[in-house]
């Protein structure tokens, strides 16, 4: 049991001050301790923690919160999960599919965007928040889940079984149109995915440059930041609000490539992925066409405990270079137009046009 308080102290270090961390030790040893000896059932340590961290989260109103053991924090790192390979988020109380991944497990099955989740092995979803969702959808390659979804477009409900897989999360996928114009699509913005895009671009010759951001989740902010500094020479990238400052990130002036840009966004595009479409927007270094984006401001960090485990949080929210507010916003494209409507051809022409107006 000591093993968890231990655990319990160090999450409490990471959010409290000096002066209030002692009174919230042990007040936490006297619970934890308490209820071992008192409470009438056998009592599991990690269950107590991650009752802990949750309880936290619905008090602070994080709905990001949760605690990551320590194994799947290393397969996190590896950029490999085990689960049906989709994803969720909350809308109106239910998990919906923003997007199952090309090629994995969910996508083969059937699952469609849109889809949201209503039993999950038979058992009802309702009231469930996302990180019980995801927990019950993660599992050993191999296994099977039972998922019942409401299909919107149809408006029925389907059973669909999903065979477990290890997902390998690929960062992003590029091909080179026929007028030399380099496609990117960005699927996530994990560890290295900067780099990886960077290296693609310097070992290319394209003349100009689409990146395709729609259905993109966002994620580490550190690599949004990367990749737009990349692009600009001048400027803001972003402004981060953390609790007792604002730090406001500047474009370092060296860039990588400085010929024409089109961003491509959707509903779907979220986070990161917002934060660089509105530095190359508001930097005047893209045109964004698409659809207004989900909203979502907050930055979330994962932060490796003393004791293994990891904490991830929301740490601060951040404004565009126009200190324009995302969360429950958007980004607002410079020309709208349906997803669906987006011929990646036609927009590579349009590429092209654009490198020639600069001229």
Do not use: W
Not at 216 to 239: H, K, R, W, Y
Not at 261 to 277: P, R
């Amino acid at each position: 049991m000591m093993k968890y308080i231990l655990i319990l102290f160090v999450v409490v270090n990471s959010l409290l001050g000096q002066e209030t961390q002692s009174v919230a030790q042990e007040q936490i040893t006297e619970i934890i301790t308490t209820v071992e000896s008192k409470y009438y059932k056998t009592v599991d340590g990690e269950q107590i923690t991650k009752g802990f961290v949750d309880g936290l989260a619905k008090a602070l109103g994080d709905k990001h919160m949760e605690l990551i053991h320590e194994k799947e924090y290393k397969i996190m790192l590896e950029r490999k999960l085990q689960g049906i390979g989709a994803i969720l988020s909350m809308k109106d109380g239910a998990a919906n599919i923003v997007s199952p991944l090309v090629g994995g497990p969910a996508y083969k099955a059937g699952i469609k965007a849109a889809d949201q989740i209503v039993e999950i092995n038979g058992e009802n979803t309702e009231g469930f928040d996302l990180k019980t969702i995801v927990s019950r959808l993660r599992g050993p390659r191999g296994t099977k889940v039972l998922i019942k979804v409401y299909r919107p477009a149809t408006k029925k409900l389907v059973e669909i079984t999903v065979v477990r897989d290890v997902i390998i999360l690929k960062n992003h996928t590029r091909k080179m149109l026929d007028n030399s114009v380099l496609y990117i699509s960005i699927e996530s913005f994990f560890v290295g995915v900067a780099k990886d895009i960077q290296d693609t671009i310097t070992s290319s010759k394209a003349q100009g440059i689409i990146l395709d951001l729609r259905g993109c989740p966002g994620g580490m902010l550190n690599e949004a930041v990367a990749l737009a500094d990349s692009f600009l020479t001048t400027g803001i990238i972003t402004q981060v609000q953390k609790r007792k400052e604002k730090k406001v990130i500047q474009s370092d002036k060296s860039t990588i490539f400085d010929g024409s840009m089109i961003v491509l966004v959707d509903k779907k595009t979220a986070s990161a992925a917002e934060l660089l479409a509105a530095a190359l927007q508001e930097n005047y270094r893209a045109l964004v066409i698409g659809e207004v984006t989900f909203g979502k401001g907050s930055v979330q960090e994962i932060i490796r405990l003393k004791s293994g485990v990891a904490l991830k949080m929301t740490v601060a929210h951040y404004l565009t270079p126009a200190s324009n507010i995302v969360e429950k916003i958007g980004i607002i494209p410079d020309i709208e137009m349906k997803s669906n409507a987006i011929k990646i051809e036609k927009i590579g022409a349009l590429v092209l046009t654009l490198a020639k107006s600069r001229k």
